[in-house]
T-cell receptor, first 116, second 117 residues
Framework: EAQVTQNPRYLITVTGKKLTVTCSQNMNHEYMSWYRQDPGLGLRQIYYSMNVEVTDKGDVPEGYKVSRKEKRNFPLILESPSPNQTSLYFC???????????????FGPGTRLTVL | AQKVTQAQTEISVVEKEDVTLDCVYETRDTTYYLFWYKQPPSGELVFLIRRNSFDEQNEISGRYSWNFQKSTSSFNFTITASQVVDSAVYFCALSGTLLYNFNKFYFGSGTKLNVKP
């Protein structure tokens, strides 16, 4: 089954304790993104990746790191989490072809993170 | 700058009523795509529709219809004869194309729709 998986789905942690949220897709997609969803703000893009070892900042990258060492994985790293990073996080993957000019994103199920 | 505005934070209707969710966007791109997603209480994001900037035809899918008006930069979503299962948060989104801004996605703040029996 084609899917994007995220782990963990729920996480409660404390300020300053490094954490990683994993994202994996089995569709061989080149593109992957991370978003955070906050009430009243919708989804905002944190980082995106165009392929292995190619990443770029989205609109809210502060406090986050990403890496893309393998095509299927795109982990989100919070080196020193703070309470303002409490949010619902979504990973997405997509691909581009010459016959399809739009970005059809496949979203993961989301990770709810609470930083105390 | 790219921006999507969903001015309606929350809407409550009674089952079988029609409801329209508004979406207004800003972009300097000449070509772009607009999307609607549904987020039910379970939390996942469900793709509903995609529309490119060159196609202003309205679209109907069952009880759902979409009205794209480039002149007013709006992409509104109407649910006819609403049902309780339509209760969800609905997001409008804007993205670039393969030629430009392909990886940039901009979401509105969402409209929470409550459909009461």
């Amino acid at each position: 089954e084609a899917q994007v998986t995220q782990n963990p789905r729920y996480l409660i942690t404390v300020t300053g304790k490094k954490l990683t949220v994993t994202c994996s897709q089995n569709m061989n997609h080149e593109y992957m993104s991370w978003y955070r969803q906050d009430p009243g703000l919708g989804l905002r893009q944190i980082y995106y990746s165009m392929n292995v070892e190619v990443t770029d900042k989205g609109d809210v990258p502060e406090g986050y790191k990403v890496s893309r060492k393998e095509k299927r994985n795109f982990p989100l790293i919070l080196e020193s989490p703070s309470p303002n990073q409490t949010s619902l996080y979504f990973c997405a993957s997509s691909f581009a072809t010459s016959g399809k000019f739009y970005n059809e994103q496949f979203f993961g199920p989301g990770t709810r993170l609470t930083v105390l | 700058a790219q921006k999507v505005t969903q001015a309606q934070t929350e809407i409550s209707v009674v089952e079988k009523e029609d409801v329209t969710l508004d979406c207004v966007y800003e972009t300097r791109d000449t070509t772009y795509y607009l999307f609607w997603y549904k987020q039910p209480p379970s939390g996942e994001l469900v793709f509903l529709i995609r529309r490119n900037s060159f196609d202003e035809q309205n679209e109907i899918s069952g009880r759902y219809s979409w009205n794209f008006q480039k002149s007013t930069s709006s992409f509104n979503f109407t649910i006819t004869a609403s049902q309780v299962v339509d209760s969800a948060v609905y997001f409008c989104a804007l993205s670039g194309t393969l030629l430009y801004n392909f990886n940039k996605f901009y979401f509105g703040s969402g409209t929470k729709l409550n459909v009461k029996p």
